[in-house]
């Protein structure tokens, strides 16, 4: 998978990022292949990997286009959140459309709703045999390109997800213009006006309270974040190496000078050390133990900050030569910032580990 994934994307991810788009034969021919979203199981026509194996598949994907990395980690939260809550004829449906080519995203956020799920806007009720669906929703990661968006909204005394096609009748969706990160991976808003769906739409779980519901979807996602965040640190040691290797001044290659070499070691540290709690996480996960959750959390916390520091350390190293826009580290600068706030902030992961060191240590 990691050779078709080079292969698929090659020298190419310049070019989407600074066009802000990805090709969609290139998207469905790694959705068609399984590789946007590993974990599915082989009976539903996915890879059958454990976390472990599809973590380093993620990060592979992730040095070399974190757009496309974002893509894997949109389909994959989909994909979980339909095994995880869907009837059986649901997942026989839409996993299989999932590992067949077919695009989706997940909606959380509202303009008023980020980090504060609890305060979602969008409403989800039944009507008879239907079920109708009002609100919007922001920055919704491949929603330019999705088939079908899972929809996270109020319902009843507490919260569902309803999974709605992208081309049902009032659904709108507008492309979020130049973001600062990530650029092709397809950021949307949509809007929801009185969308109407049969009831099997509705996934299971609907009624559970709002934490309840998303932080299963939320701990794939940050597992998936984190081991983006490994290869946007691999693809930083690559090129910070490469370019200190190389570079001379002073009469020496700039690796030789110990300020860089202190660069380049930090660097590494950072990606043995974002490698290592992921691993940890993919194992909780594999082995279903109960500190998943917190596991995610600090492989997420740890990864996107080092992803950040170590890119605008790899920019520094390169200097003008790495401020080249769509350039390797250029984009790694860019696209490493909006890690730290996806899939929970910085702020919110230390809120929760917070609550986790006391409960432990106090």
């Known amino acids: 998978m990691e050779r078709l994934a080079t292969d698929l994307v090659g020298d190419r991810a310049e070019g989407w990022d600074t066009a802000g788009r990805l090709p969609l034969d290139v998207l469905r021919e790694l959705g068609t292949k399984g590789v946007l979203c590993g974990q599915v199981p082989t009976s ?10 599809n973590g380093e598949l993620t990060a592979h994907v992730g040095s070399l286009c974190s757009s496309v990395r974002s893509v894997m980690t949109s389909q994959g939260m989909a994909a979980w959140t339909v095994e995880r809550f869907g009837a059986e004829e649901q997942k026989a449906v839409y996993l299989h459309e999932l590992t067949s080519g077919r695009l989706a995203g997940v909606a959380f956020s509202e303009r008023g709703a980020g980090s504060d799920l609890g305060a979602m806007g969008t409403t989800i009720r039944k009507d008879g045999d239907t079920v109708v669906i009002d609100g919007s929703k922001v920055w919704v990661t491949v929603g330019a390109y999705a088939d079908y968006v899972v929809v996270f909204g109020r319902y009843e005394q507490g919260a569902a997800a309803v999974l709605v096609p992208t081309d049902a009748p009032g659904v709108s969706v507008e492309r979020v ?8 991976a397809g950021h949307a ?28 979807a939320l701990t794939f996602g940050r597992v ?6 490994v290869g946007i640190l691999r693809a930083c040691l690559r090129a910070a190496c490469g370019h200190a290797a190389t570079r001379e001044q002073f009469g020496s290659p700039l690796a030789g000078h110990q300020l860089v070499a202190r660069h380049l070691a930090e660097l590494h540290v950072a990606q043995e050390a974002a490698a290592r709690c992921c691993e940890q996480a993919s194992r909780c996960w594999d082995e279903g133990r109960p500190e998943l959750v917190t ?6 916390h740890l990864a996107a900050g080092n992803a950040a520091r170590g890119a605008a350390t790899a920019v520094q190293v390169l200097a003008s030569a790495g401020a ?20 929970g902030s910085n702020e919110i992961s230390q809120l929760l580990l917070g609550k986790h060191a006391l409960a432990v240590w106090s």
């Not at 213009?177 to 092709?184: F, Q, S, T, V």
């Not at 596991?295 to 997420?300: D, E, G, L, N, S």
């Not at 080249?324 to 899939?343: H, Q, S």
């Open 177 to 184: 213009a130049d973001p600062l990160g990530c650029r092709a």
């Open 189 to 216: 808003d949509i809007r929801l006006d009185s969308v109407t769906l049969p009831v099997d739409s509705l996934l299971g779980g609907a009624g559970l309270p709002v934490d309840w519901l998303v932080t299963s």
């Open 324 to 343: 080249r826009d769509g350039g390797p580290v250029a984009r790694a600068y860019r696209d490493a910032k909006l890690m730290e706030i996806i899939e």
């Open 295 to 300: 596991a995610a959390v600090t492989a997420k």
């Open 224 to 229: 998936s974040v984190a081991w983006g965040c």
């Open 44 to 53: 539903y026509g996915g890879l059958g990997l454990s976390s472990t194996v």
